[in-house]
């Protein structure tokens, strides 16, 4: 009697439900079904679908994705039979044979879910689903709606075949868990491509449409396994599958409890990666003129991004930065690599290990205090005024220069480091003089070496137009030669690139070209080299930085390198061993290396782990000249030795430099005969009166080894008394400078009043 009332309570209900929905939509059925004598319903296009961009290394290996929501559409023809009649079966059996709504279906659906617990058919078509996504979004869920859905689907169906609404459901249907479209949902849930589902992982899926939340298997496993439950039932009662089957398949199959990936697609977020989106996004307008244009280029638009970075160097760069010890201060070592004759980032090594929320300061790019290897512009600059490697200049430490600018400290003073007397320019530069290439940068201008070192590494991260927020400015300090300024291993490479590249620079850049979803190119990279030195000049100093590795400052960790391959560099300490740089490169790869504590100043005096390493104190010769000398001998692994051509010989005699106002010199203008030099009176015998002739005349000694008879030099002051002018940025503007044989000392203090 139970069963007899029950089925008589379906009945009466699902007559009163037909009854209501008839009347409720029999005014709208008349209009479409009259829509003839009225203006046609008008579908929009259908919008692009949601792609995410994949990002490819050198070697063509996939590095990055970005993307807002995981989609990756697909065409018709790339997804199995079997596939396709899992979703027609589990979601609209009639698919094939209805006009967009299927009245017999609906009638079906309310009448199954009213008789059951919990819901088991959905009333709408796979049409319907298709109008509902890309039509219907932001439309209000009034008595209207669904008549607008029915309407629209009747529309579609007549504008587009069957096959076009099938494929366009199945990449845009949403399965939950980010996954917008089939492809997605393979990937998610089951970590395979479409063609890999078989008939029940499809179903499964099918079955996640209709409420993805709820029937969510990783956050609710046992709401999706009583769907998948449903769904098995419904498969049987369409004779795709037997009870005993059902049975079997329901006690066996696996639920999936995480997100997958496709395992070829296992990438990482990286140093290198991170610094590719974010210039991607803010520092070109390779993906639109607008902010929003770039956002959703990138994470809507399928690009497929070929970049410069060379999977076998980055792997050789990080195997390197591991030969620095882990230490309990946390020092840490960045690496940037270019390639010398195109400025493509090869390399970048922003320290330990990128891990997201822990471990994503980039290093590389991360401005940091250079000591002496800012020296390299410094030389440049003095090369291109004119200056020669045999030039003189002194080196004596300690030295007291002016602080221009600085009414506080008026003077600067550099008391540690090497004494290097008076030498030339190449052995301050090998021996790295603080205070001869203190007195340099002032004899060059502190504002034409500034000038210098913009054009020399300029790059979206160097530019003197940069707002101060963004980058400070490179300033003219009186300390520059040790490190003032602040510089990242990206800018100290792309400096280093000019040289290599005999004058020559290019900005670093990320990416060779990139390709829209169908393949089509969208950009293509062409460097434009901009002339900053003249050769002659850059094959000089790269002439002068040899002797670094091999009788300077880096001689321990790098002669042997420098004794298989032509190789030039520059290193760095800043003051109290805070950080420690190492600037090199060949005629194929520049490289900037640097270690430092990356959260505060730390000396990296006496540190335990270092000392057991030989390394007291960590200097530009030590760690980052190791790291330097194990990435280039691996990167070079197989690439013929190569030299930079000779530079060219010099024009002129070695002259001395010197810093007007500091340094005073006189120049001789002529010589005058010395008076003869007299001999000591005869001896008188005292009882003749007359000279003792036996003995010889004493003839009177030098003074000082000084021969007495020598012409004397007759001097004149220089009258120059300022250095150059700090509006004067021409680099060919001459430096200050008297022969060899001038005198030059400190001037006198000036009295006050």
Known sequence: MSWILRLGLVIGAASLLVTGVVAAIAPQIWRVANAHRETPVELP??????????????????????ELENSQPVTLDEVPGHVIDAFVAVEDNEFWVHHGVNVRSLVRATLSNFASEGPVQGASTITMQVVKNDFMAGFERDSR??????????????????????????????????SYGIAAAAETYFGKSVPELDFIESAFLAGLVRA??????????????????????RLVEDEFLTEAEAETIEAEFVIPERVQRIPTREVDRTYYTE??????????????????????ALYRGGLRIYTTLDPDLQAAAEEARD???????????????????SGAIRAMVGG????????????????????SSIKIFILAAALQAGATPEDVIDGTRPCSLPNVGNNIEPIFEITGGVDGGVASLREHTYRSINCAFARLSQIVGLNRVVDTVYRMAGSIYLDRELPAEVRLPIEPFASFATGANEMSTLDMAAGMQTLANAGEHLEPYYVERIEDSAGRRLYTHRGEPTRVLDPGVALTAIDIMKDTLTLGTARRELSDFAAERPAAGKTGTQQNNYTAWFVGGTTELVTAVMVRDPDRYTAMVSIPEFVEQGVPRVQGGTFPARIWGAYMTEA??????????????????PVRLYLPGTECAQVVVGYQQPIPTT??????????????DTVPPVVEPPADGVDPNAPIPILEPVTTATTIAPEVLDPYAPLPSVPLDAYVEACAPTEGP
């Open 45 to 66: 296009d259908f919008i692009p679908l949601s792609q995410r961009s994949y990002v490819y290394d050198r070697a063509g290996n996939e590095i990055a994705v970005y």
């Open 145 to 178: 709606y669904k008549i607008l859905q029915i309407a629209y689907a009747v529309r579609l169906e007549k504008e587009i075949s069957k096959t076009e609404i099938m494929e366009r459901y199945l990449n845009t249907v949403f399965f939950g868990n980010n």
């Open 212 to 233: 993805p939340s709820s029937y969510d298997p990783i956050n609710r496993p046992e709401r999706s396994r009583a769907r998948f439950r449903q769904v098995l039932a």
């Open 275 to 296: 610094a590719l989106r974010e210039y991607l996004l803010n520092g070109s307008d390779l993906l639109g003129e607008t902010y929003e244009e770039r956002y959703t």
């Open 323 to 341: 030969l620095l010890p882990d230490t309990v201060e946390g020092f840490d070592a960045a690496l940037t690599s270019l390639d010398t004759s």
């Open 352 to 371: 330990r290990g990128f891990v997201p929320g822990q471990n994503e300061v980039n290093l590389a790019l991360a401005p940091s205090q250079t000591g």
């Open 636 to 653: 070079h692994r197989g690439v013929p030795a190569t030299d930079w051509s000779s530079p060219p010989p010099g024009l002129r005699s």
């Open 679 to 692: 001999t000591l009176p005869p001896v008188i015998d005292p009882d003749t009166g007359l000279p003792v």
